[in-house]
């Protein structure tokens, strides 16, 4: 079929009297049968890579915002711990506020509540990749276990 006679069929349907809802069905059945049905079973994988993408792209923004965030913050007071006993964790309140956000969100029709919960996710995980790293190194090191560190006790003679 040309692309002339599909143009003039669709301007004809377009001008016609039909009612709306009748003119997107014969629109869409004419494209069907003009494509044999091609259009549709290949157009709709694509819709899912698109969504998908497009997902990623919302998430990964939102990732990178709240590590640059905590970033800054940690570039700003020297630590992620604030407080007068550096016992107030910035990124764990950041992952508190977050979850709390995302039920208080549950049923936006945008999906604000998934932005919500990823942005807590990303302030948990560094969080207690912090935390983690300050148990290991209590619990590992060579002064915690009683051995002696020879390059601790060299180090020490030059200051």
Do not use: W
């Not at 091609?38 to 694509?46: I, Q, S």
């Not at 940690?74 to 964790?89: I, Q, T």
């Amino acid at each position: 079929m040309s692309t002339a006679l599909a143009s003039t069929v669709g301007q004809a349907l377009a001008q016609s009297n039909i009612p709306a809802p009748e003119k997107k069905t014969l629109i869409r059945t004419f494209f069907e049968k003009a494509t044999g049905g091609a259009l549709a079973a290949n157009v709709a994988p694509a819709i899912g890579y698109v969504r998908e993408g497009l997902s990623i792209l919302r998430g990964a923004t939102g990732s990178v915002g709240v590590a640059g965030a905590l970033g800054f913050a940690h570039h700003r007071f020297g630590s992620l711990d604030v407080g007068r006993n550096k016992d107030v964790p910035i990124d764990g309140i950041a992952a508190g506020l977050g979850y709390l956000s995302a039920m208080a969100l549950a049923n936006d029709p945008l999906g604000l509540n998934n932005d919500a919960r990823n942005a807590a996710n990303v302030a948990l995980g560094i969080f207690v990749e912090r935390k983690s790293k300050v148990f290991f190194d209590k619990r590992y090191s060579p002064t915690a276990s009683g051995e002696r560190d020879p390059i601790a006790e060299v180090a020490a003679e030059f200051t």
